[in-house]
Every structure is written in C-alpha cells, then in structure tokens.
C-alpha cells in the first residue's frame, strides 16, 4: 500500500511537473535586425507611427545611434515634432556632421516655428551640401514666410531640377506665383503637382485660392470640393472674395457656408458680418478687383 501510494504521488507530481514546464515555454524573442526590417517596412507604407513602435522595441534590445535617427525621422514624418526633436537633438550635440540628421532637425525646428533657428540649421546644410532638395524646398519656404517670394523662385527651381516629380516642391513653387500674382504660371505648375500626387488637400486648396483670386468662383468651388467639406470650401472663397473687394459675392458665399454647416456658422456668420460692413462703407470708393 505504501509503494503504491508512492508511486501515484510520484506519478501526479511528474504531470504536474510536466504542465508546469509545457507552461514556461516562451515564443522566440525577435531580433534587433527583425524589428528594425519591419519598422522600415512599415515606415515605407506610410505607417510611421506603426514604424516608430518596432524601432523602440528595437532600441530596448540595443541603443544604437541608427535606431534614435530613424525614431526621429519617423517621428517627423508622423508630425510628432515634439518627440522627434527629443530624439535628434541630443543625436546632433554628440554627431553634429551628419548632414541628414542635421536637415531633419532643421525641418522639425521649421514645423514647430522656430523660423530663425531653422534657416540656421538649412544654411548650414546648404553649406555642406548646396544639391539637396529637402533643404532647397524650405530654404525657399522660408523666403516665401518672409516675403522674398523673388528669392525663393531659384532654391526651388533648384530643387526641382533635382527631383522633376516631386509634388510638394511643384506646390510650393506654384503658391509661391501665386503670391507674386503669377497666375497663369501658378496654375500650370499646381496643375501638374495635382496630377502627380493626384488627390491631395493642399494642393486642391491652393488651386481653389488661385481660381478664387481671379474672380473664378465656380472653378475654385469645383477644386475646392475635391477634398475638403463644402462649408469650409464655401467660406475660403467668401473670404478671396472680400479680399477682391467682391463684396456681393463675399455675402453670398458665407452665407452658403452657415447653410451647408451648422458647425460653420459662427466662423462665417463673422466672415458675413465683416463683408456687409466693408460693402456698406467701400462699395462707392473701391471697386471689385473682379
């Protein structure tokens, strides 16, 4: 009796033993290289947020500097700048000649609005190296904040001989005619950024601006429509059209606006109040640039 007692014990303590083991079985750790690959895959489908989260896991394996750059980078591009500025600028104190590390600190300063600081960095980048179109992008978005839009014309046409293709450089030349009242200009180069990037916010807005400018109302609110809410389309063309001194048209399209939205009421109910004034007191004395 006691040998059999014995063995049952030994034999419910080797299942229990068993189980327990069976239960500590732990799946493969994934490797730094593993990670890292499946941030970068993520980061080029256009999840950098995604990427980030496979770069940190990474970087709790192993810190490296490639790691924290390429947080910062995809930070960036997620337009986190706040945490994308704590992860580049310590890596710029302690490697302050990597050039790509440099501009993307550069860009994250000009997208908190830190204009000074960013001109500084994208100067120092030019310096180094006068062929890169990121840095000759915003070198003449920065001419263009502060109103030498003559200046800005050659850094992107610089960067546009570059890369022929690349949209936002296209945009950003385009509004840049834009401002000097270079309409015919301006549309075939936002035209052709709206055909490369195809739908595209920015771009259909800035189309819509420059159709509203001219008086071509009917073509801003087609653009404008593309991509965006028909009360805010209507609102930004009612505001061209005060800016035209076309104060009729400006009443009429906010009012359109507190029509189509509820939520836009006040915006445009604003808007409406400013042009019924203006057209009051300046309707004799300035004409309509339309």
């Not at 970087?59 to 947080?71: G, S, Y």
């Not at 840049?176 to 180069?189: C, G, I, N, T």
């Amino acid at each position: 009796m006691f040998l059999t007692r014995m063995f049952c014990l030994f034999f419910l303590l080797l299942i229990v033993g068993c189980s327990a083991s069976t239960g500590l079985v732990k799946p493969a750790s994934v490797s730094v290289s593993e990670l890292s690959d499946e941030g970068y895959y993520l980061w080029e489908q256009g999840q950098p947020q995604a990427a980030v989260a496979k770069f940190e896991e990474a970087l709790a394996q192993n810190d490296t500097p490639e790691l924290r750059l390429a947080i910062g980078q995809a930070l960036l591009e997620a337009d986190n700048y706040p945490r994308a500025y704590s992860y580049l600028r310590p890596l710029l104190e302690v490697y302050p000649a990597n050039i790509a590390l440099r501009e993307s600190f550069a860009v994250v300063l000009l997208k908190q609005g830190d204009l000074a600081a960013a001109e500084k960095q994208f100067i120092a980048v030019y310096n180094h190296d006068s062929e890169r179109p990121i840095t000759l992008n915003y070198l003449g978005v920065l001419k263009d904040l502060g109103g030498d839009h003559r200046a800005a014309e050659p850094l992107y046409l610089a960067a546009i001989g570059l890369e022929p293709n690349n949209a936002i450089v296209i945009n950003n030349y385009g509004f840049s005619l834009m401002m000097r009242k270079k309409y015919d200009e301006a549309e075939d180069w936002l035209l052709k950024a709206k055909v490369i990037s195809g739908i595209n916010t920015r771009i259909a807005n800035n189309l819509s601006i420059l159709y509203a400018k001219q008086c071509r109302y009917d073509d801003a609110l087609a653009i404008g429509l593309e991509t965006m809410e028909e009360a805010v389309v209507l609102n930004n063309i009612g505001y061209i059209a005060l800016l035209n001194r076309d104060y009729a048209a400006a009443i009429s399209f906010f009012e359109r606006a507190m029509e189509s939205s509820p939520s836009y009421n006040l915006t445009a109910a604003n808007n409406l109040t400013r042009a019924q004034k203006a057209g009051d007191k300046n309707t004799r004395l300035t004409p309509s640039a339309c």
